[in-house]
């Protein structure tokens, strides 16, 4: 039984060496993406506090051993913008489900679709909303 075992669960657990340990193995650092320790107990003080400057450094290291990783893809940072901060609304292509949503908020709804549809991108134009037909 390792040492980390036999504090959780005592001598229940069948015995295991420290590498084998699927306590050990569960835990997964965020600082330098390796298996065995969290970020609290990283030994890699390098990586704390720092932005990645390739994507391959947020590949676990198991996985850049078992595929033989060499490449360094740079990533770009753009700070004036947060990627991603696009509101989506997904929206069923009826014109009943559009017709409410549109009275929901404020537009009069038509009963044609083709003009709900419209309304619907406009408004979406206005507060900066993309607007996915499912």
Do not use: W
Request: proline share 6%; charged share 15%; aromatic share 10%.
């Amino acid at each position: 039984m390792c040492d980390y075992c036999i504090h959780i669960v005592g001598t229940t657990y069948p015995t295991h060496t420290p590498t084998l340990c699927p306590y050990m193995r569960s835990k997964h650092c965020s600082y330098c993406s390796v298996f065995g320790h969290m970020s609290s107990e990283c030994p890699n003080t390098s990586f704390l506090h720092s932005r990645p400057q390739f994507l391959e450094q947020l590949i676990p290291q198991q996985y850049i051993q078992k595929y033989n990783i060499t490449t360094t893809t740079s990533i770009q940072y753009n700070d004036e913008q947060i990627i991603g901060s696009d509101t989506i609304l997904e929206i069923e292509c009826k014109n009943n489900i559009i017709q409410k949503y549109l009275s929901n908020h404020s537009i009069p709804p038509s009963k044609k679709i083709v003009t709900n549809i419209q309304k619907l991108l406009q408004y979406g134009n206005n507060k900066n909303i993309k607007i996915v037909f499912i």
